[in-house]
């Protein structure tokens, strides 16, 4: 339907590219709200109707602001999809350094036991500087690790979501 073969895999993986992206975008965008001081119902009923409507907003957003983070689809899936899709850019010599950061959003969510979360539950390990105290509580601690061999320094972030 989509072209030779293996086109159909690609355009799931386009969908999976999207879809991880634009999840984000409404986490970055409700944490953005929020802080502003703005009413989270109505900024995903007024933004929901205009260029930035998407199934992330419009159905994903108030779960949640519901705090319901069951699964339409397993972060665990998500995950997988993505691994593909990364795969398949490294065959292509392709850099998608959104899509890398969101992974490594999920895999942290996996770490403290996520996997079986539906993909709205990114919102708890987005951004340290998150405080949505009404949507949950996150514990968060930034640890620095010296690579000494290789002269890397990474620093990653640990969560304990309550």
Same mark, same amino acid.
């Given at each position: 339907?989509?072209?030779?073969?293996?086109?159909?895999?690609?355009?799931?993986?386009?969908?999976?590219?999207?879809?991880?992206?634009?999840?984000?975008?409404?986490?970055?965008?409700?944490?953005?709200?929020?802080?502003?001081?703005?009413?989270?119902?109505?900024?995903?009923?007024?933004? +929901?109707?205009? @260029?930035?409507?998407?199934? $992330?907003? !419009?159905? /994903?957003?108030?779960?949640?602001?519901?705090?319901?983070?069951?699964?339409?689809?397993?972060?665990?899936?998500?995950?997988?999809?993505?691994?593909?899709?990364?795969?398949?850019?490294?065959?292509?010599?392709?850099?998608?350094?959104?899509?890398?950061?969101?992974?490594?959003?999920?895999?942290?969510?996996?770490?403290?036991?996520?996997?079986?979360? +539906?993909?709205? @539950?990114?919102?708890?390990? $987005?951004? !340290?500087? /998150?405080?949505?105290?009404?949507?949950?509580?996150?514990?968060?601690?930034?640890?620095?690790?010296?690579?000494?061999?290789?002269?890397?320094?990474?620093?990653?972030?640990?969560?304990?979501?309550?």
């Amino acid at each position: 339907l989509m072209g030779a073969a293996g086109a159909g895999q690609n355009t799931k993986l386009t969908n999976q590219i999207v879809i991880a992206s634009t999840l984000h975008g409404v986490v970055e965008g409700l944490i953005f709200a929020y802080k502003s001081g703005l009413n989270l119902e109505q900024i995903i009923n007024v933004i +929901g109707s205009g @260029a930035a409507t998407s199934f $992330s907003l !419009t159905v /994903l957003g108030p779960r949640i602001l519901k705090r319901d983070l069951g699964p339409g689809f397993y972060v665990e899936h998500f995950i997988k999809d993505m691994d593909l899709a990364l795969a398949e850019c490294r065959r292509m010599n392709l850099c998608l350094p959104g899509l890398a950061l969101v992974r490594q959003f999920y895999e942290s969510l996996v770490a403290h036991g996520g996997a079986r979360l +539906g993909t709205q @539950a990114l919102i708890p390990v $987005s951004y !340290t500087h /998150l405080t949505l105290p009404t949507i949950y509580s996150v514990q968060i601690s930034v640890v620095a690790v010296s690579l000494k061999k290789k002269n890397i320094i990474t620093a990653f972030t640990v969560y304990k979501i309550y």
